[in-house]
């Protein structure tokens, strides 16, 4: 535990070095989260004496887990809950917390210990390359330990390539399976008539008195004519919007019939593309509007969706052959839990 101390000394160093080597690895859903424990901190052994203490939650192959990788990654998820709103976890709750952790442990260190039988070509020069990029990053702190990180890096590194060399990292389908998927499921894709529009508003209190409502109304005419003397809209909008929208150039996006206030919505569907409208009052105040685009009612073209199916076909794919992989490895696996 020695390296680990003399890092856990200085957090902000610690945080980077586990930002820069990504430590949280998505893959298909799963989290593999990598402790400096559990990289170089525990000095497992593998022979089933040295760690034979109520601190070992688990084992995998020989090689022990302890409460000290664990309990971090389940505060970790705890806080965020709390974050939002959860008060008092309960003890199901909690113990369900321990379990996933505790099993994305025994994945990570399954994978570990299958890298480590592969050989794989310019290991120490990807090793070395990146250990030299953090050591340029930690340059200024106190306490950065090159033995540890080098360590951690392996350990990465090794995992990642034993990812890739099974096709587990980001693995995708060919498009005539996302093409066949969407021609089996056009019905799902269908979609109403919208409309995309920008705008600039000013807005009129409640309670405006006739003054007011007269300077709300100067304001967006003088809006109107800066655009209609080629003032770029996005300009104007940031510049006179009273809407949240102001900051993006008065974007609304695409947004279906019935949506806005009818008189806007009657604008957002009539008019020209392009063209400005004239000043319209509704219950939010004075607008002017521009449509950008309009996509008609019925089945979205493939071109269009192709992405959103495509994302949801891989992240599938690649969540089963996760699993399955995952499930071969426990199977030849001694793993054994204490909790």
């Not at 890092?7 to 990504?22: K, P, Q």
């Not at 949280?24 to 760690?51: E, M, P, R, Y």
């Not at 269908?190 to 000013?202: F, G, Y």
């Not at 809209?233 to 019939?257: D, H, K, P, Q, T």
Request: overall charge neutral.
């Amino acid at each position: 535990m020695k390296h680990l101390k003399s890092i856990s000394r200085n957090d902000h160093l610690f945080m980077r070095l586990f930002t820069f080597l990504g430590f949280v690895w998505i893959v298909t859903g799963s989290l593999f989260l990598f402790t400096a424990n559990s990289h170089a901190g525990s000095q497992k052994t593998g022979d089933g004496s040295a760690d034979d203490t109520p601190d070992v939650v688990a084992r995998v192959n020989g090689v022990p887990i302890t409460r000290d990788e664990l309990t971090p990654q389940v505060d970790k998820n705890l806080q965020k809950y709390v974050k939002y709103g959860m008060r008092k976890p309960n003890d199901g709750f909690v113990k369900k917390l321990r379990q996933d952790a505790l099993d994305k442990l025994i994945v990570a260190e399954l994978f570990y210990q299958e890298a480590r039988t592969i050989k794989f070509d310019d290991l120490e020069s990807k090793v070395s390359k990146k250990l030299d990029e953090l050591k340029e990053q930690a340059a200024d702190n106190e306490g950065f330990d090159p033995k540890l990180a080098k360590q951690m890096l392996q350990r990465k590194i090794l995992i990642d390539e034993y990812l890739v060399l099974n096709e587990l990292k980001d693995p995708e389908l060919p498009e005539k399976v996302i093409k066949d998927y969407y021609e089996k499921n056009k019905q799902n894709f269908l979609r109403k008539e919208s409309a995309r529009t920008r705008h600039i508003l000013v807005e009129i209190p409640e309670d405006a008195k006739p003054d007011e409502k007269v300077e709300a109304r100067r304001k967006i005419e003088e809006a109107r004519k800066l655009i209609l003397d080629e003032k770029s809209f996005n300009e104007v909008a940031i510049e006179y919007s009273e809407c949240n929208s102001a900051s993006g150039g008065g974007e609304l996006g695409y947004n279906e019939r019935g949506y806005m206030p009818p008189l806007y919505d009657e604008i957002a569907f009539s008019q020209k593309i392009g063209e400005l409208s004239e000043v319209i009052e509704t219950e939010h105040g004075f607008h002017i509007v521009e449509v950008v685009d309009r996509k008609p009612a019925g089945i979205v073209p493939y071109d269009e969706i192709k992405g959103f199916i495509g994302k949801y076909l891989n992240n599938r794919h690649a969540k089963k052959k996760m699993t399955a992989h995952v499930s071969g490895l426990k199977e030849k696996a001694k793993v054994e839990i204490y909790l």
